[in-house]
């Protein structure tokens, strides 16, 4: 098995993808509950029907028709074609990102185990997903730290390496920085994205527009420098690019011509002109081919048939190959599932199945820490980027200072009668509101994180309950800091319940509350603003209003 693992490594790996077909539904249901009323009574065969009919009706839209490529170790393959021909859906299909619903992916002639697969390989989206408030050597070693299990001095010396491999020596303390932050120019982050996402050495890159946004001179130093990687390292290169240079055309090893879903070329620069030629085009003497081919697009996708009859001989050349992946493919499924229904069986290719199907990566399974040690890495990347927006902080710290103030001199002194339990109630309310619509603001820095938890999860960095765990540690003792300075002038002002338990009880369940919402914004508003009033009760018993606080308030002003 050792032979065999490092053998793999030393021929890298060759991606195959065949008779991927890929549709989207582009019409909304009109009644989105209509799964949990009529289909329920139907029985599978009609359900069947129903699919097939609402299929056309709904106006599924065949995003990639029959498409097949193949990128080999060592070299890279570009996908080439306008706008909307499919570029990113077919890289998102080969990362592992979107399901197919016909096509089979290979590595080396063996079916894909998808989820090893997305830990093997290195996605980079076409936007920068990045803190922007990092310096370009923390980013790359909180990656490392993440994604490779190894002893400290290791992961420096290979992120100083892969610093230099990248070209970011110079700007190595300088911050990320995006749209707001000034920081490193856009290729340079290009290249940060590229680093976070080829630190763990992925045998297979695939990279979405990776020269979008830049200028000629960045854009081939991003090719060149992918270049260099996939022949020092082994690498197999797959990209999407739109407008390739001529001086970046010479670097891509062969080139998958798509346009409105379907392959209009696969093949080297050269056979695509030679191709051209033979379908009468005259190719102007030192021109650019591919953007030739591109800008004659619509003749090319006329003479389709042409250049397709150009593919199928290779296709046919290892259709017998196909055909014994095809068997185990469907041996898999078998053995995973026991029988096949109808469709499965006249199903031309099938998706492979990745829990089922054995494909041994060289990669430890699982994560590459602990929970603990990741809650560690994630706290310490949290601290570093809230010490970094003092200033944010330092307002909230403020506003909650004079809010406290302002709202206890608008409440003050309360009389213990009825009129002063109902101005306890508005008073609970108005604050339990106010402390979730302060951390609204959270909304915009949670969403920007986001994408870059999606992306880090997904690809099996960490655990999400890490993240979660590390986001409340961080904050707990701000939270903390705020309640006390928002409750204390507050509770004194109003002439709240003066006993111990009182005093005590205020502030925390303000802080159970900013909390709660601190972690929860992205989450159900609606159940957020109903916690109020659980809260409101809360803070009623702690004023001696008994288990239903509410109701007594209530029941008294009857
Ligand atoms: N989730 C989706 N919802 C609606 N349309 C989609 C979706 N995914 C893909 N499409 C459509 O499928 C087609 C192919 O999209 P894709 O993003 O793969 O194209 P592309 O070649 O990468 O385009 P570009 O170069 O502009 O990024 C487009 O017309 C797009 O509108």
Redo the contacts with the bound molecule.
């Keep these: 098995m050792e032979k065999q693992k490092s053998a793999m490594k030393k021929q890298g790996w060759e991606i195959e993808a065949i008779g991927i077909n890929y549709k989207?539904s582009?019409k909304k249901r009109e009644h989105p509950f209509k799964i949990f009323t009529k289909n329920q009574e139907l029985n599978q065969e009609s359900k069947q029907q129903v699919t097939d009919i609402e299929e056309a009706s709904l106006g599924a839209?065949h995003?990639l028709k029959d498409v097949y490529c193949k990128a080999k170790p060592w070299e890279i393959l570009a996908i080439v074609?306008?706008?909307?021909?499919?570029?990113?859906?077919?890289l998102e299909i080969l990362a592992g990102k979107l399901t197919p619903q016909n096509g089979s992916i290979f590595v080396n002639q063996n079916p894909i185990n998808r989820a090893q697969f997305k830990k093997a390989s290195g996605y980079v989206t076409?936007k920068d997903t990045l803190f922007p408030l990092l310096t370009v050597e923390e980013t790359l070693m909180f990656s490392a730290k993440l994604r490779l299990r190894l002893p400290r001095d290791q992961l420096s010396s290979k992120v100083k390496s892969l610093m230099h491999e990248l070209g970011l020596d110079h700007v190595a303390m300088a911050r990320v920085g995006d749209d707001r932050v000034r920081g490193i120019s856009g290729g340079e982050r290009r290249r940060v994205s590229i680093g976070v996402d080829v630190i763990h050495d992925p045998e297979v890159l695939i990279l979405d527009?990776p020269t979008s946004g830049l200028d000629s001179t960045s854009a081939l130093q991003i090719i060149d420098m992918l270049k260099l990687m996939a022949e020092t390292r082994g690498q197999t290169i797959i990209l999407?690019i739109?407008q390739p240079g001529f001086r970046i055309v010479k670097l891509f090893n062969s080139v998958l011509l798509?346009a409105n879903?379907s392959v209009l070329h696969h093949g080297t620069v050269d056979q695509l002109g030679a191709s051209l030629r033979t379908m009468g085009m005259q190719l102007p003497l030192h021109v650019n081919v591919v953007e030739f081919a591109m800008e004659s697009i619509d003749i090319v996708q006329q003479q389709g048939k042409v250049l397709k009859q150009e593919i199928q001989p290779q296709l046919l050349l290892s259709s017998s190959t196909r055909k014994s992946q095809q068997k185990k493919v469907e041996e898999a499924g078998e053995s995973r599932s026991g029988k096949f229904t109808l469709q499965q069986l006249f199903q031309q290719s099938k998706v492979v199945d990745e829990e089922s199907i054995g494909f041994e990566f060289d990669f430890p399974p699982g994560f590459a820490n602990s929970r603990l040690q990741e809650t560690l890495i994630l706290s310490h990347r949290f601290s570093k980027n809230i010490f970094r927006t003092k200033e944010l902080f330092a307002c909230r710290t403020i506003q909650m200072l004079i809010s406290g103030l302002v709202l206890g001199s608008i409440f003050y002194n309360l009389k213990d009668d009825l009129v002063g339990a109902e101005e306890r109630v508005g008073l609970f309310a108005f604050i339990l509101t106010f402390l979730l619509s302060c951390t609204t603001e959270a909304l915009p820095i949670f969403l920007q994180e986001r994408e870059i938890l999606m992306k880090e999860t997904s690809c099996g960095s960490y655990r999400v309950s890490s993240y979660a765990i590390a986001n409340g540690l961080v904050y707990l003792p701000f939270l903390l800091i705020l309640a006390i300075l928002f409750t204390v002038p507050l509770y004194w002002l109003v002439g709240l319940n003066p006993q111990f338990h009182g005093i005590h009880a205020f502030p925390a369940v303000n802080l159970v509350d900013s909390l709660h919402s601190e972690l929860g914004c992205g989450k159900c508003l609606e159940y957020m603003f109903g916690k109020c009033m659980v809260s409101a009760e809360d803070l009623l018993k702690e004023e001696g209003y008994g288990e239903n606080g509410l109701d007594t308030v209530r029941a008294s002003a009857v």
């Design positions: 989207i582009t839209r995003v074609g306008p706008s909307g021909a499919g570029k990113s859906s077919l076409q527009e999407s739109h798509m879903g």
